[in-house]
T-cell receptor, first 111, second 113 residues
Framework: SQQGEEDPQALSIQEGENATMNCSYKTSINNLQWYRQNSGRGLVHLILIRSNEREKHSGRLRVTLDTSKKSSSLLITASRAADTASYFCATEDTGRRALTFGSGTRLQVQP | IAGITQAPTSQILAAGRRMTLRCTQDMRHNAMYWYRQDLGLGLRLIHYSNTAGTTGKGEVPDGYSVSRANTDDFPLTLASAVPSQTSVYFC????????????FGEGSRLTVL
């Protein structure tokens, strides 16, 4: 069964706008990661946030984690057409040996 | 730097045939993983290996087997393919047992008729 569930499933915005994607999960985690997948390609790691962290930044990316609500959000600021991709959250559960992925958010950035 | 190489990139296979998907990494990572990706279901873990000589079952292991004879290679075998195994298969690796960042291959698209 899937651990993470992303919301929304699909998102379409204009270039320059911000994009926010949310992820909810069910169990205790060691860390939560976000990945990006361009169409027909493999996944690429974006950012990792540990369970004792609340917010992390990397360039135009901002990730928050609320362990009390078992949720995370990924904010992409000043989006570009090149940000068009699917975005997945993945959790490393305490006691498990591999990441569990959600079903992803498809982001379309219109030029 | 190649990272993770998967082969073949695409394959059409008759049901009942045996198929091995190859995965090689050049990063000397200890842990390797096989996921399948189906539309609307995200990625699901098939098998994993924390280090050479050991393997473990993931979420959807039935119908698949793996081996880890050395650090670099982690082949996935379908002994007798069925149409429900039509999917895109991704191999991934990470430096340590406790995951951290995963590095993915470009995927193998398999169609079982």
């Amino acid at each position: 069964s899937q651990q993470g569930e992303e919301d929304p499933q699909a998102l379409s915005i204009q270039e320059g706008e911000n994009a926010t994607m949310n992820c909810s999960y069910k169990t205790s985690i060691n860390n939560l990661q976000w990945y990006r997948q361009n169409s027909g390609r493999g996944l690429v790691h974006l950012i990792l946030i540990r369970s004792n962290e609340r917010e992390k930044h990397s360039g135009r990316l901002r990730v928050t984690l609320d362990t009390s609500k078992k949720s995370s959000s990924l904010l992409i600021t000043a989006s570009r057409a090149a940000d068009t991709a699917s975005y997945f959250c993945a959790t490393e559960d305490t006691g498990r040996r591999a990441l569990t992925f959600g079903s992803g958010t498809r982001l379309q950035v219109q030029p | 730097i190649a990272g993770i190489t998967q082969a073949p990139t695409s394959q059409i296979l008759a049901a009942g045939r045996r198929m091995t998907l190859r995965c090689t990494q050049d990063m000397r990572h200890n842990a390797m993983y096989w996921y399948r990706q189906d539309l609307g279901l995200g990625l699901r873990l098939i098998h994993y290996s924390n280090t050479a000589g050991t393997t473990g079952k993931g979420e959807v292991p039935d119908g698949y087997s793996v081996s880890r004879a050395n650090t670099d290679d982690f082949p996935l075998t379908l002994a007798s393919a069925v149409p429900s195994q039509t999917s895109v298969y991704f191999c991934a690796s990470s430096a340590g047992q406790n995951t951290g960042e995963l590095f993915f291959g470009e995927g193998s698209r398999l169609t079982v008729l």
